[in-house]
């Protein structure tokens, strides 16, 4: 089997997404630092977070992605379960956090509250990115690459 089977660009896309989350994460982190942002201003980026979430989520779940690493190199399977399995997780405490901002007064105790949520979901979906970053590289280096 070539790499070319195993759909680069597929990855690529993926790979891209987690990109443009960080880039989301930051707009974020920066707008509670400031706190210059409008209660609705806020809740609209918290809002926009949410979706790219849901649907990057639901474009790894419904690709072939997954099943590629596992068909090339089962020995990752357990690792694409636990993936799949924190989505789960993630969509509850984002979608916990779009309803907070949403219902935010503005107040110093509501920016202080997002922005501790925040820090905590950001953190942990920042470790679920990177966890498939590496998967997607090891499987590619090691049982990909090699067979070329
Ligand atoms: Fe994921
Ligand atoms: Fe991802």
Do not use: Y
Not at 105 to 131: N, V
């Amino acid at each position: 089997m070539s790499s070319a089977e195993i759909r680069k660009d597929t990855f690529e896309a993926l790979l891209e997404e987690h990109t443009k989350l960080r880039g989301l994460l930051r707009g974020l982190e920066q707008a509670l630092a400031e706190r210059s942002r409008s209660r609705s201003e806020l809740a609209a980026q918290f809002r926009e977070l949410g979706e790219l979430i849901d649907s990057h989520f639901h474009t790894e779940e419904a690709s072939d992605c997954f099943p590629d690493l596992v068909s090339h190199a089962p020995r990752v399977s357990e690792r694409v379960d636990i993936m799949l399995a924190e989505h789960g997780e993630l969509r509850a405490a984002i979608h916990l956090l779009v309803e907070d901002a949403a219902r935010s007064a503005g107040t110093p105790e509501d920016w202080d509250r997002l922005a501790a949520g925040f820090q905590a979901f950001a953190a942990k979906l920042l470790e679920h990115e990177r966890s498939e970053n590496e998967l997607v590289q090891e499987v590619f280096t090691d049982d990909i690459g090699s067979k070329d």
